[in-house]
């Protein structure tokens, strides 16, 4: 039987996974739709759509899929093209709630992913709620002009909170175990800092090396 899921349609920065396996052998397979497609008006053509069915069928070819396989994939909207186009072709499919073996598996390749963008890793792992909007916007806005660009900005919510003012003023930092959300190391207690302020859901204060300006 063969699994189809995706992963990261949710999380503001990046793009989306698509993955598949084949249960009864463990082969897995995946790839990415690029962030670009949640940008501009590719994201509102929805053009994510579109890509995740090539995807898909990409992915079965890789797998050498056959007919009288069974496939199970995901009832979430990415897959909606995908199912119209099953159901063109006569493919049978049963759209479900994807669980093991693939759901660790591709929350596994997104979370490597996340990171290979340079995102810290208290931001995805070692959290009840990893990926979660407002804490990635945190980290965007601590090194913004270059972490924009790794945004689904199509989003109503970037709209809303993705070009906010910031104050920033010069500070001593004399609370511990704070991490600079520029370069991700620790700020030495006592440290020149450069303090950035500003309003979301909630006022947000970062904190930066003076050297990370």
């Not at 992963?7 to 052998?25: F, K």
């Amino acid at each position: 039987m063969i699994q189809i899921d995706d992963a990261g349609s949710g999380s503001l920065i990046g793009g989306t996974c698509i993955a598949a396996t084949r249960v009864e052998t463990g082969e897995y397979v995946y790839d990415f739709i690029p962030v670009s497609y949640y940008q501009n008006n590719m994201f509102h053509s929805k053009l994510y759509l579109e890509k995740s069915y090539q995807i898909v069928f990409s992915l079965l070819k890789r797998l050498k899929w056959k007919p009288q396989e069974k496939m199970e994939i995901c009832q979430g909207y990415m897959f909606d093209q995908v199912r119209i186009i099953f159901e063109a072709k006569k493919i049978p499919c049963f759209s479900t709630k994807i669980v093991y073996p693939l759901q660790p598996l591709i929350e596994k390749t997104f979370q490597d992913y996340a990171l290979s963008l340079g995102l810290l890793p208290q931001y995805v792992m070692y959290t009840k709620y990893p990926l979660h909007f407002h804490r990635i916007l945190r980290w965007v806005y601590a090194d913004y002009n270059k972490r924009m660009k790794l945004c689904k900005t199509g989003w109503k919510s970037w709209k809303r909170y993705g070009n906010l003012p910031v104050n920033m003023e010069e500070d001593v930092l004399y609370k511990r175990n704070y991490t600079c959300l520029k370069c991700g190391k620790a700020i030495q207690t006592g440290s020149k800092v450069r303090r950035l302020e500003y309003h979301s859901n909630c006022p947000n204060i970062i904190f930066l090396h003076n050297k990370c300006i």
